[in-house]
């Protein structure tokens, strides 16, 4: 059974940083591609960045140059950085598969950006 356990959220001031992380059980994800995830409220889901199992980076718009997705397959782990962040990047964050294969959420990781 996979589970997925996203912590590092918090609240922060815009132009803070805060470092999600991903700790995954039941998958190995250094054979698979992983997603962060984000969904504002009154919002739907959103991919936010991406890392294939052999690294390659992808990020949405609005976050490129700001966001910076890793993964250390030794830990299991897939990290989220995120700087100069802003009142919009406040959302529950998740990781899971990419591209989204139906598994269930973890309880993600809520960021809150407001001064």
């Known amino acids: 059974q996979v589970q997925l356990v996203e912590s590092g959220g918090g609240l922060v001031q815009p132009g803070g940083s805060l470092r999600l992380s991903c700790t995954a059980s039941?998958?190995?994800?250094?054979?698979?591609?992983m997603g962060w995830y984000r969904q504002a409220p009154g919002k739907q889901r959103e991919l936010v960045a991406s890392?294939?199992?052999?690294?390659?980076?992808n990020y949405a718009d609005s976050v490129k140059g700001r966001f910076t997705i890793s993964r250390d397959n030794a830990k299991n782990t897939v990290y989220l950085q995120m700087d100069s962040l802003k009142s919009e990047d406040t959302a529950v964050y998740y990781c899971?598969?990419?591209?989204?294969?139906?598994?269930?959420w973890g309880q993600g990781a809520r960021v809150t950006v407001s001064s």
């Open positions: 899971n598969r990419f591209p989204y294969t139906g598994a269930s």
């Open positions: 890392i294939t199992y052999d690294f390659r980076t």
């Open positions: 039941g998958i190995r994800l250094s054979i698979n591609s």
